[in-house]
């Protein structure tokens, strides 16, 4: 199968006054369509820059990187970065808002979601009163309001708190899966990398390199990342992949 | 309701009363003291004036209709200057955020500017517009301009990265960044600087008019001073601290609808 998204190679800096920082060096990997891929690896060594240049937010300063056909992509981040002087319906509204195309059929879309991720009484709150796990899902609608085929997760559950944690990814995963979406994930938390992903591409720290490119072949993932979690493959997994973000050389040094 | 609760409510009450009235004796005793100082020459009622003799001015004044032309001169200078305290200061902060270079070329400048004694530039405007209202509009305008401009930027230029990043990975320009992230972030920012700005607006006015005006409190609390008139001058400084108060209290309305919106 042709690969979807495919990165050949690219690296990139940040250019501050005080000197360079190489954020990443010769990384290349492919994302195959419905696939929902992770990137793991230490904070703070890159991994989110991957995303805003897929998102054209930074342009690559060398290699390529190569999409097959049409491919628009929704952005998700660390905060839900709801606007909080506004409803909940105008947060999630605010996509089709910005690209004029708020007509009867995105409004009919965005009603389905909000009906469907359980958000619909829900509408004409503001932020402030909703749970962090239920903005983080209004965050993704905000999202997918747009109807893109590809997601760029900024670590999206990270500053919630564990059981949160748990629960929101859980229920992403599966709407991920059911609106049939390619992800891209970046994570510093393995064991959450391996409970939501199809591949794992594990980084060093700065400058990111690739460490390895691992397949996950977990059985029951489309009953989502809790069933995941439980299964007796994850804990096998996690240990090979611990090893290869710990290499023993370096944990004593 | 628990009783608890009814007896913390009753007890608030209570406070707030006790405050009111206290509020009240303060102000009655001063003019009490006032007045009797006055009438038992403790102090001399021509150079301090009292209580009832500035009733009596006022009544006097306002018989002729003089004092509500002074008032209202005083007014309508106040409140031109306030508007375009804040419709410049919105604009300039504005151009300001879109250009990076402009804020960085400008920053300097508005710092000079903001810290000069801006009643130091009031004679200038007089030679260079003469006498009218229009000076007077221009004094109050660069007594709170330059201030206004510098703490609204800096607002403006606090907004989360995150959330400009947000718009434009749902498609939005700067334009939409400022629009749906800028300036709605910067609303209680916008409501301080008014209320900062009213009051540096009539301090601008007053000062217009103790130089450059034939009416208007400024010019009362001046001409008072040169005739001797000073219960005329102390009615009008009453009248402006009415007037401070009384623009300052439609401010604080304006935040409670703002506040009630969101």
């Known amino acids: 199968m042709e690969p979807y998204i495919s990165l050949q190679g690219v690296s990139f800096s940040y250019h501050r006054p005080d000197g360079e920082i190489e954020a990443l060096s010769d990384i290349s990997f492919t994302v195959s369509k419905g696939e929902f891929v ?17 998102a054209g937010l930074n342009a690559a300063e060398a290699g390529t990187i190569t999409i097959n056909g049409d491919v628009s992509f929704g952005y998700m981040f660390q905060q839900d970065l709801l606007l909080p002087y506004n409803t909940i319906w105008k947060n999630i509204s605010l996509g089709p808002a910005i690209h004029k195309s708020l007509n009867s059929e ?4 965005l009603e389905e979601l909000l009906y469907k991720y359980g958000l619909s009484q829900f509408k004409d709150k503001f932020p402030g009163q909703l749970s962090g796990g239920m903005r983080q899902r209004a965050a993704l609608i905000r999202t997918l309001a747009l109807n893109p085929d590809t997601l760029l997760l900024d670590e999206p559950f990270s500053a919630l708190d564990y059981q949160t944690r748990l629960l929101v990814a859980d229920d992403i995963g599966k709407i991920i899966r059911q609106e049939n979406k390619t992800a891209i994930l970046v994570t510093h938390d393995l064991s959450e990398a391996i409970s939501l992903s199809d591949k794992i ?16 072949n977990i059985p029951c993932k489309e009953k989502g990342s809790l069933a995941v979690r439980k299964h007796p493959a994850f804990g096998e997994y996690f240990q090979i992949l611990w090893k290869e973000m710990n290499p023993p050389d370096e944990r004593t040094a | 309701m628990s009783e608890q609760h009814k007896e913390y409510l009753i007890s608030l009450k209570k406070y707030h009363r006790k405050i009111k009235f206290f509020r009240f004796l303060v102000f009655a005793i001063f003019l009490i003291l006032w007045e009797t100082a006055a009438n038992l020459n403790w102090i001399d009622a021509f150079f301090f004036s009292s209580p009832s003799r500035i ?11 003089e004092l ?19 419709l410049l200061s919105v604009v300039c902060a504005s151009l300001l955020w879109f250009s990076k270079s402009m804020a960085a070329i400008f920053e300097p400048t508005l710092v000079i500017l903001n810290s000069l004694p801006k009643s130091a530039l009031a004679p200038l405007f007089i030679v260079w517009l003469g006498t009218g209202m229009k000076t007077i509009i221009v004094a109050g305008i660069s007594v709170a301009i330059f201030g206004s401009i510098i703490s609204l930027y800096t607002q403006f230029h606090q907004t989360n990265p995150e959330m400009e990043k947000l718009i434009l990975t749902l498609g939005g320009n700067k334009w939409d960044i400022y629009r749906r992230i800028v300036i709605p972030f910067s609303i ?19 000062i217009g ?3 450059a005006a034939r009416r208007g409190l400024g010019y009362l609390i001046i001409y008072g001073t040169q005739v001797f008139k000073l219960d005329m001058v102390i009615s009008s400084i009453i009248i402006l601290c009415i007037i401070a108060y009384g623009l300052y209290f439609g401010i604080q309305k304006l935040e409670k609808c703002v ?4």
């Open chain 1, 38 to 54: 992770s990137l793991v690896g230490p904070s703070g060594c890159g991994k989110s820059t991957i995303l805003s240049i897929l």
């Open chain 1, 106 to 109: 995105t409004k009919k879309r």
């Open chain 1, 201 to 216: 591409i594990v980084l060093s720290g700065r400058p990111s390199r690739v460490v390895k490119i691992m397949d996950i």
């Open chain 2, 55 to 65: 009733v009596g001015s006022v009544f006097s004044m306002g018989k002729t209709g």
């Open chain 2, 68 to 86: 509500f032309t002074h008032i209202g001169y005083t007014l309508a200078e106040t409140v031109l200057s306030f508007f375009f305290v804040m």
């Open chain 2, 188 to 206: 209680p920012t916008l409501i301080n600087s008014m209320k900062v700005n009213i009051g540096l607006s009539l301090v601008g006015v007053v």
């Open chain 2, 209 to 211: 008019e103790f130089l």
């Open chain 2, 259 to 262: 506040n009630m919106d969101v």
